[in-house]
């Protein structure tokens, strides 16, 4: 059965009348949180990842799919009405889109980011479509030891390419892959880094990790960088006819395409992730603009295509994370987290074990990006209202809905002392410096890799040469190399634009500036 029978039939189920309400419910509830100051998609989905437990997996699935195109989506508003990206993706949003706020045509960003998402989104979404069976089955016949190869890729690339610092990104990993360890060994039966504590015989709960750092950890960061006072709120005009002019049509629906041409494949690959993708969108179209002089005053074009960018980015992601169970993202890795905590493995065995399961995810991903493009528009009023919540109430309103997120995991109260050790942790980090995302990636695949890597021995009786020898871990291996080749160059690129885009402009951005 091909690839567009299988999403008709996934189709059938997203399109039943109560999974439409969970999609617009976990769009809405994502666009709604993601919209909030200093709050990225990651730590969006972190935070709301609680609120599928109750749900059957297919519900839950589809909510969380919501909430993950809200919240990717969310972010633009903050960079444009507050110039407050919540994640490093988002900077150059804040570069173009504040300055055109600020002229009195935030409803025009507000709209072409909106628009440029739909369109990047869906034709991402065709891509994953098309790609992730294709690779799905040829992963089908991947043995242990190319298993092992590609959780390697996944650890060096994440650990060297997440953060500004190599050595503070494999030292993050390193952290993990410690806690990953920590619990019951499950071979000997023998417990190891638990220091005789029983709550932490079954392990560490990789939500209570994925809460901690991104909902508590980054809170107390953010909220520590900010100074008080009143949130100052570029205001929108209302009314369709102040959203895009035709000449604003003519000048993004290029970058769109582009965007989404640039942004897809990048995701796919553990390569700088979303960030990467949006400075190369923004460079290319201020190469091919006849309107370079508009750049860093409020270009349009600098809109369009960063988010177009993002957002097939975020679709891209989802390609190695379904098809082969490698989260290359913090966000990926909080999804996958979403997937264990019902039981499933992504990987190739997911599109044929549960297949109905993953159409109806990929059609939900269609419908998601309608019903985001149907409530963005009209409520941008709304967003408006709620960049307005004072910000201790935001703070703290999100501090204890983490607690009870992590109480209901066991209803125990330890699990929201661990909450808060992980968040003061993950404060330290961002503190210092060091990335999160490859703590998680560490302690999701940490174990898997572990299994992985026994399994081999195993077969090959202790022959270590095992694990080079097979061709696809050959290969593996050195695309590994290209990977990180390929990967510096292109953050080296970056950083030298970030200065560049610094010097030409009056007032430096940063992906956490104080409001």
Excluded: C
């Excluded at 039939?9 to 969970?22: K, M, N, R, S, W």
């Excluded at 903050?78 to 935030?106: H, W």
């Excluded at 002392?417 to 995302?437: E, S, T």
């Excluded at 990636?441 to 572990?450: A, F, H, R, S, T």
Aim: proline fraction near 5%; charge should be neutral; aromatic fraction near 10%.
């Amino acid at each position: 059965m091909d690839s567009w029978t299988l999403l008709l039939e996934g189709f059938a189920t997203a399109l039943q009348p109560q999974y439409l309400v969970f999609a617009f419910f976990g769009v809405l509830i994502g666009t709604a949180v993601g919209v909030l100051p200093g709050i990225g998609p990651a730590m969006t989905v972190a935070l709301l990842l609680p609120l599928t437990y109750t749900l059957e997996p297919a519900a839950a699935l589809i909510t969380f799919a919501g909430i993950y195109y809200g919240g990717m989506y969310g972010g633009s508003t903050t960079s444009i009405l507050l110039n407050t990206p919540g994640e490093s993706a988002s900077i150059v949003t804040a570069i173009e889109g504040n300055r055109m706020a600020k002229l009195g045509r935030g409803a025009a960003a507000l709209a072409t980011a909106a628009i440029g998402s739909f369109v990047a989104g869906t034709l991402a979404t065709i891509g994953l479509t098309l790609l992730a069976p294709v690779l799905a089955q040829f992963a089908v016949n991947l043995g242990p030891a190319d298993y092992v190869a590609l959780i390697v890729v996944a650890f060096v690339t994440v650990g060297a390419l997440m953060g500004s610092s190599v050595p503070r990104g494999l030292l993050s990993l390193g952290v993990g892959l410690f806690l990953g360890l920590v619990g019951t060994d499950w071979l000997s039966g023998q417990q190891r880094y638990t220091l005789g504590l029983l709550p932490l015989a079954d392990g560490i709960d990789v939500v209570l990790v994925a809460v901690g750092l991104f909902a508590v950890g980054e809170t107390l960061y953010v909220a520590a960088r900010l100074r008080h006072g009143a949130v100052d709120v570029i205001p929108v005009a209302r009314g369709w006819r102040s959203w895009m002019t035709k000449d604003d049509w003519r000048r993004s629906w290029k970058p769109w395409l582009r965007g989404t041409a640039i942004g897809f494949p990048i995701g796919t690959i553990p390569a700088g992730g979303a960030d990467v993708a949006t400075f190369l969108s923004y460079a290319t179209e201020r190469k091919l603009s006849r309107r370079k002089d508009e750049f860093g005053r409020g270009a349009i074009e600098g809109v369009a295509g960063p988010e177009s960018a993002n957002n097939a980015a975020a679709a891209g992601v989802l390609v190695p994370l379904l098809t082969l169970g490698l989260p290359t993202t913090a966000t990926a890795a909080i999804i996958l987290t979403a997937f264990q905590t019902y039981g499933l493995q992504p990987g190739p065995l997911l599109f044929t074990g549960q297949s109905d399961l993953v159409w109806a995810l990929v059609a939900s991903l269609y419908i998601g990006n309608v019903i985001l493009l149907v409530l963005n528009l009209p409520l941008v009023g709304m967003w408006v209202k709620l960049l307005q919540i004072p910000r201790p109430y935001l703070y703290a309103g999100i501090l204890l809905f983490a607690a009870f997120g992590a109480y209901a995991l066991n209803f125990a109260v330890v699990d929201i002392l661990i909450l808060l050790i992980i968040g003061v942790l993950g404060y330290f980090l961002r503190r210092y410096g060091f990335p999160v995302a490859p703590l998680v990636v560490g302690m999701i695949l940490g174990p898997m890799g572990e299994e992985q890597l026994r399994r081999a021995l195993q077969l090959s009786q202790g022959d270590l040469t095992t694990l080079v020898a097979q061709p696809f871990a050959a290969v593996a291996y050195a695309v590994l190399a290209l990977l990180i080749a390929g990967g510096l160059w292109l953050r080296r690129r970056q950083r030298r634009y970030e200065q560049a885009l610094t010097a030409s402009i009056a007032v430096p951005v940063k992906a956490d500036s104080e409001v």
